[in-house]
């Protein structure tokens, strides 16, 4: 019988017409603030730490990229001073 009457409390809570608070002031207070503030730190801390990796990662690409044009551009002067350095018969000097 207690079950029962736990159940007919329940219900005669439920059925009550007046809430047990007033929905007007109920708030998530200081400790609502705090969770939601430090959400938004770390969000833009993340965000901030983000944004300075891509960038790094960007900059690392553009750098090697320009090396590798330089080496390559070196190479293909090396190779064009060989071909302007044959002799008359054709045979590139030693060196």
């Known amino acids: 019988m207690t079950l029962l009457s736990g159940i007919s ?3 005669e809570l439920l059925a009550e017409d007046e809430p047990m608070f007033d929905p007007n002031s109920v708030t998530p ?3 609502g603030f705090l969770a939601t503030f430090l959400v938004i730190v770390v969000v833009v801390l993340l965000a901030t730490d983000m944004v300075r990796r891509v960038r790094r990662t960007q900059y690392r690409a553009e750098v090697n990229e320009r090396l590798d044009a330089e ?3 070196l190479i293909e002067q090396e190779r064009g001073t060989e071909g302007d ?3 008359a018969t054709g045979d590139v000097p030693e060196r």
């Open 71 to 73: 080496a390559a551009a």
């Open 9 to 11: 409390v329940l219900a």
């Open 85 to 87: 350095a044959t002799d």
């Open 29 to 31: 207070g200081v400790v």
